[in-house]
């Protein structure tokens, strides 16, 4: 099943009418993720990923401001990309990708955010 990781909090994001930022979309340990981070967290799709990694205690290093290196065999980057949420409008639109991990798998992903719960399920999804 379809995990989700929020920064900040989808409680900290829900007193907000819209979020907008940045996902990962990752496969951990053979269950698929979803890593979303609001502008105001993070700028970059490999900080996301970064921070994720902190709070699972895996090891990575920082080549440069822009290159994270880890080695993690039961880690994979699917992609990534941007999105917006209107909580009013229950609207969620994923769109683009990421310049370093290249665009996020669709094909079940709409059905997949439809079927992880509440407040995911009561979006209306559309892929750009």
């Known amino acids: 099943m379809l995990q989700i990781k929020t920064y900040p909090t989808v409680e900290a994001m ?10 990962v979309q990752i496969s951990w ?8 981070a609001s502008k105001d967290q993070h700028s ?8 994720f990694m902190s709070e699972q205690h895996l090891p990575y290093h920082w080549q440069s401001p822009e290159i994270l290196n ?3 065999p039961e880690l994979a980057i699917l992609g990534g990309g941007k999105f917006q949420v209107d909580w009013s409008s229950k609207q969620l ?4 990708e990421s310049m370093v991990y290249g665009r996020f798998q669709e094909q079940a992903l709409r059905a997949s955010l439809q079927h992880v719960g509440m407040p995911w399920a009561g979006l209306t999804i559309e892929i750009r």
């Open 29 to 36: 340990k053979g269950e698929p993720w979803l890593l979303f």
């Open 70 to 72: 880890f080695e993690q």
């Open 14 to 23: 829900r007193h907000l009418n819209e979020v907008r930022g940045k996902f």
């Open 44 to 51: 970059f799709h490999n900080q996301i990923l970064a921070h």
């Open 93 to 96: 639109i994923l769109s683009g």
